[in-house]
């Protein structure tokens, strides 16, 4: 009897143990967690459902005006202003990330095929640019794209702008740009996942007299396609939301929903309506996930893709 009452006191005080140790390790992070996103989160709701104030900051009581206005309506009725920017940046995220898919998958074959020796300097060159500064890079593209310079002659030539005038401020700027930024952010996880590309799928399809493009979609596809919904996930959700871009490259022209919220609480003077649109973020984002986990199952033969 004593020797049960002793193996279970022990067992207790290795269960008390093992809990306060993860509880140590664990808390730090729940602790930032919490105070630098839960709660963040929870007071940006709140202000989504009060109400404007005359200085743009939120009071009581509370209304949903803010989710009326970010519809479009307003004092002088209804304005298809920022359903029109909503639907832009919809079309700038899936536009940038098709054309990111496209340039990504290529260039992360190739490096997963070259020479052992040289895949580490590829993927340097790849990464190194998106360690400068994004402002700074977007810099860069208003010289490359403004009047005089040889890509805006160029599209002067071949008659897709007016003489004398840049490439910029327009939505192809912007596209451009999103599409330079999140490269590195596609091209990463693709070459990771042909690092783990079983070539003899591959060959097999070729000696069933597989087209290249069936070659690709049975054998390659299926394959790559957990990296592939990696980099979407990594594409997407930052570039629907994306501020630094549109703002310097698209001027009034390539507003997105991130300038939207931003001005909201800068010049514009609204919190519950930059709130709201934020809140629309999330949602998008919440969306997205749940969305390119069902593409993933339905795609990968019933088995679910963790992103």
């Keep these: 009897m004593a020797y049960h009452a002793t193996l279970a006191t022990a067992r207790s005080r290795a269960v008390v143990a093992e809990s306060r140790h993860l509880l140590l390790t664990v808390a730090p992070g729940a602790l930032w967690i919490i105070v630098f996103l839960v709660l963040p989160s929870l007071y940006l709701m709140s202000v989504a459902f ?69 895949r580490p300097i590829m993927l340097l060159a790849v990464v190194v640019p998106s ?12 010289n490359l794209l403004a009047p005089g310079t ?34 590195p952010f596609m091209v990463l ?56 871009i549109p703002e310097l490259l698209g001027g009034g022209k390539g507003m997105m929903l991130g300038n939207l919220v931003a001005n909201q609480f800068a010049g514009s003077a609204n919190w519950p309506l930059g709130a709201a649109g934020a809140i629309l973020m ?9 969305a390119m986990r069902r593409i993933g199952k339905r795609l990968g033969g019933g088995e679910e893709v963790v992103i």
């Design 50 to 118: 009060m109400t404007n104030g005359p200085y743009g900051l939120p009071e009581m009581p509370l209304s949903l005006t803010s989710f009326q206005q970010l519809a479009g309506q307003g004092f002088l009725g209804w304005s298809p202003g920022n359903l029109m920017t909503l639907g832009r940046s919809l079309w700038q995220t899936v536009l940038s990330t098709v054309l990111v898919v496209l340039v990504a998958y290529p260039i992360a074959y190739y490096i997963s095929q070259s020479d052992q020796r040289w």
């Design 131 to 142: 360690w400068t500064n994004q402002v700074i890079r977007t810099f860069g593209w208003m």
């Design 150 to 183: 040889p890509l805006a002659e160029l599209a002067e030539a071949m008659g897709m702008i007016a003489p004398n005038m840049g490439l910029y401020p327009s939505n192809f700027a912007v596209t451009l740009g999103l599409v330079y930024n999140f490269l």
């Design 189 to 244: 996880p693709l070459y990771a996942a042909f690092e783990k590309l079983n070539l003899s799928l591959v060959e097999a399809a070729q000696d069933l007299y597989a087209s290249p493009l069936k070659a690709f979609w049975h054998a390659v596809f299926p394959q790559t396609l957990p990296g592939l919904l990696a980099g979407v996930v990594l594409v997407a959700i930052p570039a629907f939301g994306m501020y630094v």
């Design 282 to 290: 999330l949602i998008a984002t919440f969306i997205g996930l749940y």
